[in-house]
Nanobody, 116 residues
Framework: QVQLVESGGALVQAGGSLRLSCAASGVIFEINTMGWYRQAPGKQRELVATIENDGNTNYVDSVKGRFTISRDNGNYLQMNSLKPEDTAIYYC?????????????WGQGTQVTVSS
């Protein structure tokens, strides 16, 4: 079992910055993918960014050049030049596989609100 705990969400003005953190504990395999997803009111949850255990990253087009994902034991999302449309609950995610099955873990989310 894996536990993910997010922190760092806040109210910030447009153009500001925030750094989200995700602390991971439990049984974490060597090969895994960590990431951040977000869900705005009335919208589907969407991928924001992912990072593989080898450091490869992937971003949704709307955050490229503004957000940076990094990792050590958990992972971090540095968010710069924030826009009101970035307002959402941000969820940390971990995906990993054994020989038998796949695992998909989620944190409880942290609220990011960007005022115009």
């Amino acid at each position: 079992q894996v536990q993910l705990v997010e922190s760092g969400g806040a109210l910030v003005q447009a153009g500001g910055s925030l750094r989200l953190s995700c602390a991971a504990s439990g049984v974490i395999f060597e090969i895994n993918t960590m990431g951040w997803y977000r869900q705005a009111p009335g919208k589907q949850r969407e991928l924001v960014a992912t990072i593989e255990n080898d450091g490869n990253t992937n971003y949704v087009d709307s955050v490229k050049g503004r957000f940076t994902i990094s990792r050590d034991n958990g992972n971090y999302l540095q968010m710069n030049s924030l826009k009101p449309e970035d307002t959402a609950i941000y969820y940390c995610n971990l995906k990993q596989k054994s020989n038998i099955r796949s695992y998909d873990y989620w944190g409880q989310g942290t609220q990011v609100t960007v005022s115009s």
